[in-house]
């Protein structure tokens, strides 16, 4: 397989096995959507799920309550359900 290039998802699964990142790293870091680095997550971990791998994620935390248990956490929520806060930190996800 040389000189073949990694698809954007393998260099995302590559990335996060060495470097927990947020989606918003992952936009910079590959020159895409956040909305396409949260797609490939997804597809991420239905494919680890036949191998000894497995993505975890840290949730999405409220800086101002501190509130973390959301029911979607690889999406970053628009605002707080406790204090209504929009300062939400990004979920960083990461592969074990």
């Known amino acids: 397989m040389q000189g073949e290039r990694e698809t954007t998802r393998q260099q995302i699964a590559t990335h996060i096995r060495n ?5 918003g790293v992952l936009a910079t870091e590959f020159a895409i959507p ?5 797609s490939h997550v997804e597809h991420l971990a239905r494919s680890l799920q036949s191998t000894d791998e497995q993505l975890l994620a840290a949730p999405p935390e409220c800086r101002e309550c501190g509130f973390s248990e959301f029911d979607d956490i690889i999406n970053r ?13 990004e979920p960083v996800f990461m592969i074990d």
Do not use: M, Q, Y
Not at 19 to 23: L, M, N, Q, Y
Not at 34 to 38: G, M
Not at 77 to 89: G, L, T, W
């Open 19 to 23: 470097s927990p990142s947020p989606p």
């Open 34 to 38: 956040s909305s396409e680095v949260l």
């Open 77 to 89: 929520p628009s605002r707080c359900p406790n204090c209504k806060s929009e300062s939400i930190d």
